[in-house]
């Protein structure tokens, strides 16, 4: 009897179903665990990534000041990701300062000449605050450790070293030269006429390829130019420090005042006649100006060691040779609407002017021109390590072999004429001012 009921009781299926639907549920369970659970965790590494991106571009803005660089990633981590909701994302332990090397893709964290910020931010057990999950603790898992990081670099790109570069276009008329890796950027786009010729190593770019005007044949008349070409984006971000540039040399701020200059002396306040046979090497001029008056450097004149800034146009006179000087105006060219007129250019050289010291740019001699307007040199103009930056237009014009060595940034067009040479120089601008530049590297 018992034989018989342990037979019935081994075959009753009664409540078979019940086993499979608990499989069944708990399988669906680790199923939407995995989805609910895995896209949360994705969510907290995408929000990581854009913190840990945030910050170190903050943070790379302060440098050389390792201290303050870690103070301003933790700062902006917390923005990003509050500590009420996400606990403390960013350890000032998980920041790092050091030099990048592009080579082996690495951070020297013992530079001396530190250029970027690596920062490393959790959502894990080295913060004690791991993403926690739902569904998934019924297949034992608790939480997620979720990392990413970031490095920024700050740096100067070589085409501002020497090069054009326009936020608007950069028009190039016929039979130029360029080699030495120069640089030609558009923003807005570049203009290009027939037979000028691009060694290898030039780079010519724009933000839109599509922007780049060219004869029917002009790649056939213009060699080179295919492999010129570049598609990037490319500020001409000094324009933006012009005024903080002028500004700073007039209050003699070392860091922006030119090293031949004596910051011990006070700035020389005079007027548009001032005699130029008299002018002190080393020293600050600043020239105010009545309406309509102009400022003419006397034909034949030599400056040389000196920071000249003027309220009004400036005009190097026939054959004037200037060296080692700081040259700046910072008349707007005012309409009477108040808006700025960029027509006249607010530095100008006559013929036969010598920018420069002829010395395929070694270490001192160059020259910089600031405009808040524009700047046009004309077509005896000889240049030898020479910065320009204009809020306006810069026009170019410059005996054949006349350009060794210029770096120069407008806010609006860029116009070359014909029969130049361009990167003659291998040396870049002497005496060179820069914005620096933010890019994430890793």
């Given at each position: 009897?018992?034989?018989?009921q342990l037979t ?307 005009t190097i006179g ?17 309409t009477d609407n ?105």
């Amino acid at each position: 009897m018992r034989i018989t009921q342990l037979t019935a009781l081994a075959r009753d299926e009664a409540g078979g179903g019940t086993i499979m639907g608990l499989f069944w549920f708990m399988l669906l369970v680790a199923v939407a665990g995995l989805a609910v659970d895995t896209t949360d965790g994705l969510r907290n590494r995408t929000m990581l990534q854009a913190t840990a991106d945030a910050a170190s571009l903050a943070a790379a803005i302060d440098l050389p000041n390792q201290v303050t660089a870690v103070n301003t990633a933790t700062a902006y981590a917390e923005d990003n990701m509050k500590t009420g909701l996400h606990g403390i994302v960013l350890d000032p332990s998980d920041v790092h300062v050091g030099k990048w090397d592009k080579a082996t893709m690495s951070l020297d964290t013992a530079s001396a000449t530190p250029d970027a910020v690596m920062v490393t931010v959790w959502r894990g057990d080295p913060n004690a605050n791991p993403v926690p999950v739902q569904f998934l603790r019924i297949i034992g898992l608790q939480a997620w450790n979720v990392r990413a990081q970031a490095i920024a670099q700050r740096y100067i790109p070589e085409c501002l070293r020497e090069g054009l570069i326009s936020r608007k276009m950069v028009d190039m008329s016929s039979n130029n030269y360029f080699t030495n890796e120069i640089c030609i950027h558009g923003q807005q786009g570049v203009d290009i006429q027939s037979n000028n010729t691009f060694d290898p190593g030039v780079i010519v770019s724009m933000y839109d390829l599509d922007t780049l005007q060219i004869p029917a044949s002009g790649f056939d008349t213009n060699p080179g130019l295919h492999e010129a070409l570049r598609e990037q984006g490319l500020d001409a971000r000094m324009v933006d420090h012009i005024d903080d540039i002028i500004q700073g040399v007039l209050d003699r701020d070392p860091a922006v005042t030119p090293s031949y200059i004596d910051l011990e002396m006070d700035v020389i306040e005079t007027q548009p006649n001032f005699n130029f046979d008299r002018m002190e090497p080393h020293r600050i001029y600043y020239v105010g100006c009545k309406p309509n008056q102009n400022l003419v450097i006397p034909a034949n004149s030599v400056i040389q060691h000196v920071a000249l800034i003027a309220d009004c146009q400036i005009t190097i006179g026939a054959h004037a040779t200037i060296m080692n000087s700081f040259i700046a105006s910072r008349s707007g060219g005012k309409t009477d609407n108040g808006t700025l007129n960029r027509g006249d250019a607010n530095i100008a050289t006559a013929a036969g002017v010598q920018l420069g010291v002829p010395d395929n740019c070694a270490p001192g001699g160059g020259v910089q021109l600031f405009s808040n307007a524009t700047i046009g040199t004309s077509s005896s103009t000889k240049i030898d390590g020479v910065q320009m930056v204009a809020t306006g237009e810069i026009a170019l014009g410059a005996e054949t072999e006349g350009i060794n060595g210029i770096s120069a940034q407008a806010g609006g067009n860029i116009d070359m004429t014909s029969n130049n040479m361009f990167g003659l120089c291998q040396g870049g601008v002497p005496g060179l001012f820069t914005a620096w530049y933010y890019r994430l590297v890793l």
